[in-house]
């Protein structure tokens, strides 16, 4: 049997990503917290309280647990951090990687962000956006980041299996910005994304 999460993602384990994307989130001072971030109005605190909900959207899904945290989008609201925003972004991002360590994760189908999927499409999705958006808030905060390369090759699966079924170059989060293809895996990756792998938060 295959052991390589781009072939077979059920074999990932998201604890590694969720692990430095919970040290990117350690680091944050909270005069960076108003900045900006490469996602279109969400400063960096709406980006860590959208990472806080989507690891408890996945957590749910993955346990097949559908209520109110699965059937919302994502883009209901604009999301943003409470008091406790660190303490309650760990636990989240250690119970997601835990709930999808078990193998009735993948199977059958699942809902996020009241889209209904199959569960391995479901697990290749968080492992997306865990590692771009640990991008995103290491750009936003200017923090060096080297993602989980098993995340990184599943998130890059994803993002180009996307790209190609689209007839309009769209990526999952906008049209997708241009890269050479000799460029680093993220930075393809983020490009599949709809983001300039070249933003700054000083441009």
């Not at 295959?2 to 989130?25: F, K, N, V």
């Not at 699942?110 to 771009?132: F, K, M």
């Not at 990756?189 to 441009?203: F, K, M, N």
Request: aromatic share 4%; proline share 8%.
């Amino acid at each position: 049997m295959s052991t390589d999460p781009a072939t077979d993602p059920a074999t990932l384990d998201l604890g590694p990503q969720a692990r430095i994307l919970a040290r990117l989130a350690d680091g944050v001072r909270d005069d960076r917290l108003g900045d900006p971030t490469p996602c279109p109005d969400l400063a960096v605190r709406n980006l860590l309280g959208h990472l806080t909900y989507l690891a408890v959207a996945f957590r749910d899904a993955a346990r097949k647990d559908l209520s109110a945290t699965t059937d919302t989008s994502p883009g209901a609201s604009v999301p943003d951090i409470g008091p406790g925003w660190r303490a309650d972004l760990a636990k989240a991002l250690g119970e997601v990687a835990d709930a999808w360590r078990e193998p009735d994760a993948w199977t059958g189908m699942t809902r996020a962000g009241g889209i209904d999927l199959p569960g391995a499409v479901a697990g290749a999705v968080v492992a997306d956006e865990l590692v771009i958006h640990g991008w995103d808030l290491a750009r936003a905060t200017g923090q060096e980041y080297a993602p989980d390369e098993a995340a990184l090759q599943a998130a890059y699966g994803l993002l180009a299996g996307a790209a190609e079924e689209s007839e309009r170059d769209e990526g999952m989060f906008g049209p997708v910005v241009a890269v050479p293809a000799d460029a680093p895996l993220l930075e393809r990756a983020v490009g599949l994304s709809g983001r300039d792998p070249g933003w700054s938060r000083t441009a």
